[in-house]
């Protein structure tokens, strides 16, 4: 999952980005609208959590910019007053979800997780996949009764290919999910690394990562 933090207050932000990366959450931080918009412009994201009251305006700008150009990306506003009119306004300018500062990290990332589940059509937090089961929220994999023990990027991997399960995903979208502006070190090269990897934790089950030769990889379920 790629996800872009709006917001100013630097501890906070530091906070939840240490948060989200532990959960293998790739975290994008921008500091201002001005940031904001730069990001948006040149990446897609699978969830934004936006804060309302910003150094250059209101998160709400952003959001009503996101939505009049058609864009669907889950948006989780962020405040520290958070009056009835201010809920009002937000989920009217198409917000999916708020939260009042100050709030436990362990439920907001369980409110990004459930709105990228809704976004991705699976409604259940635990999927059962042949003998693979896959719980994001619990960070749990098991291959029958045997726990897999993933790496947060081999974890992050996984969990876009099972939302993605039986469809081709290119190798750039794989990589935006995993990696971060801020891994400006990691090539494609260790994508497929990441890959190699995860298939050979996979072995003997039966979900498998098929290669799309020029077109990127696919999970497959076997019956």
């Known amino acids: 999952m ?17 948060r989200l990366d532990r959960s293998g959450i ?13 990001c948006v412009n040149v990446q897609h994201y699978d969830v934004i959590v936006l804060d309302i009251n910003l150094p250059d305006g209101l998160g709400t700008e952003l959001l009503k910019e996101i939505r009049s150009r058609g864009e669907r990306t889950p948006v989780l506003m962020l405040t520290a007053e958070f009056s009835v009119d201010d809920r009002v306004s ?5 917000a999916d979800d708020y939260l009042v ?23 259940a937090e635990e999927l059962t996949l042949g003998s693979l089961t896959f719980n994001a929220s619990a960070r749990v994999v098991r291959q029958g009764d045997s726990p897999i023990n993933l790496t947060r990027r081999e974890f992050s991997l996984l969990e876009i290919l099972v939302r993605n399960r039986g469809k081709t995903v290119s190798k750039e979208r794989l990589f935006e999910g995993v990696f971060s502006f801020q891994d400006t070190d990691v090539s494609m090269n260790a994508l497929e690394l ?27 379920v076997d019956d």
């Open 26 to 38: 790739a975290c994008d931080l921008a500091k201002s609208l001005e940031e904001a918009r730069a």
């Open 194 to 220: 990441y890959v190699a990897r995860l298939r050979k934790k996979l072995s003997g089950g039966s979900v498998r990562i098929e290669t799309q030769r020029g077109l990127g990889y696919k999970l497959e």
């Open 90 to 94: 937000s989920l009217n300018s198409g």
């Open 2 to 18: 790629r996800l872009l933090l709006v917001e100013d207050t630097f501890d906070m932000a530091e906070a939840i980005m240490i």
């Open 101 to 123: 500062k100050p709030f436990d990290h362990r439920e907001l990332e369980a409110r990004i997780r459930a709105l990228y589940r809704r976004e991705q059509g699976d409604k």
